[in-house]
């Protein structure tokens, strides 16, 4: 049999989770089939400069420009190219890659993941911040390249895997899809309680092991909010079509209902390994050694519909995506600062949605068309959102 062309892999975010978990793949995979060709962090030249030698990057990126004499240093003599500042991290993403992971949290995500859908090849999205600030120009960007642009997401990834046939007539057959979410930290407490949830409570995820931003997010069911514009864009479908449900043991990701009452639904075990490794081997299957999900164990599976008192977020997301325009870019934009200020202790819990909702009510109305306007809106609400969190904080 012919043995199947290297591919070469970019990873942005690559000291992230997502980033350790996609070269964690790549290092239990058959020699020669991968090689890495750039890799981009944001500030952690200890982790990135220990990765490009153990991996042999051609290139290693850091966005930081302070960092980039300490990252020079770092891979002297080892004939690995090296570069910082957010220009550079553009120019990573534009060179040419078979494959790149965009994982860098934040819609300051969202260039890159621009410039590696407009070079073209397969583009697995974890970053969602920039599908929901600029949906309409990644899937552009995709279509006129014709990158491939593959979900990372767990819930997303297991809708992909459960939507048997795509085009206009298999989505015309697909009544709704299902997002899970395991609740969160705070699932089962009160209000009086979520008002005094400390940062290190809140990204204690009960179930997934991930960022900061990603595990707060999770804590206040924006993350599931954020996932139902993603998925609006990446599965062309209205909100209504789009439900969230509960489901503590997290091991069924997504489901698609069918127009004949059939529903689909993708399950495993709480792992990023395997929709990340899915992507990698995409349209086949790689052996991943991640844990089996064994029902007999689990023993049952609950689900439940989440509560809008104790999590605005669904509610805050549904009304931005049913303003459109740059309302997705606002909600966004607000709940970044929103969350970077609880967890610097500036912030409580339970303001975050506050914030957003403000920032919303104010610049939700403006429109969005090319990506300047984008990032200019995005910086506008980002401006907006400090300022109304610290007179919240002050009073
Ligand atoms: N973690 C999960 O299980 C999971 C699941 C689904 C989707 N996602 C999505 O995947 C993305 C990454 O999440 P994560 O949990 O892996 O986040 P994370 O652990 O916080 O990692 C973020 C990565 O982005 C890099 N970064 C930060 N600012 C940057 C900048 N300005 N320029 C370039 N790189 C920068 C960081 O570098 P430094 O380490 O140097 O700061 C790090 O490599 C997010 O959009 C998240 O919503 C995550």
């Known amino acids: 049999m012919a043995q199947a062309p290297v591919r070469s892999i ?152 459960a939507l048997m046939s795509r085009g206009e007539e298999g989505y015309a057959a697909v009544e709704k899809i299902i997002l899970t979410a395991s609740g969160g930290p705070f699932r089962d407490w009160t209000l009086a309680q979520m008002a005094k949830a400390t940062p290190e409570q ?55 209902q069918y127009a004949d009452g059939s529903l689909i639904a993708q399950l495993g075990t709480p792992d990023m390994r395997t929709p990340i490794a899915h992507c990698l081997a995409w349209p086949e299957r790689m052996p991943v050694s991640v844990g089996r999900l064994d029902l007999a164990s689990l023993g049952r599976l609950d689900f439940a519909a989440p509560d809008p008192a104790r999590f605005p977020a669904l509610r805050l ?14 909600l966004n934009a607000a709940n970044e600062v929103a969350v970077a200020l609880f967890l610097a202790r500036r912030l409580g819990f339970l303001d975050i949605a506050a914030v957003v909702e403000e920032t919303l009510a104010t610049l939700g109305d403006e429109p969005v068309g090319d990506l300047a306007s984008v990032l200019d809106l995005d910086a506008r609400a980002r401006r907006h959102a400090e300022g109304f969190a610290a007179r919240r904080a002050a009073a």
């Open 202 to 256: 809140a990204v204690r995820h009960p179930v997934w092991s991930m960022g900061a931003k990603i595990s707060v997010d999770s804590a206040t069911m924006f993350n599931k909010g954020l996932e139902v514009i993603e998925a609006a864009r990446l599965f062309a479908l209205p909100p209504e079509r789009i439900e969230v449900l509960v489901h503590p043991q997290s091991a069924v990701h997504g489901l698609v």
């Open 10 to 161: 970019t990873v942005l975010g690559s000291t992230g989770s997502i980033g350790r978990s996609t070269l964690a793949l790549l290092e239990a995979a058959p020699p020669g089939r991968f090689r890495v060709e750039a890799l981009v962090a944001g500030k952690d030249v200890a982790a990135l400069a220990a990765q490009a030698r153990a991996h042999h990057a051609r290139l290693a990126v850091v966005a930081d420009p302070a960092a980039g004499p300490a990252l020079a240093e770092a891979l002297a003599g080892t004939g690995i190219e090296t570069a910082a500042g957010p220009e550079a991290v553009i120019a990573a993403a534009e060179r040419p890659a078979d494959w790149t992971m965009a994982a860098i949290v934040g819609a300051v995500g969202l260039r890159s993941t621009l410039a590696a859908l407009r070079r073209g090849g397969t583009l697995a999205l974890a970053n969602k911040e920039s599908l929901v600030c600029a949906g309409p120009l990644v899937l552009e960007a995709a279509r006129a390249s014709g990158a491939t642009l593959l979900p990372v997401d767990s819930e997303h990834n297991a809708i992909f895997q």
């Open 317 to 330: 997301v549904r009304e931005a995506l049913a303003a459109e325009g740059g309302a997705p870019c606002v």
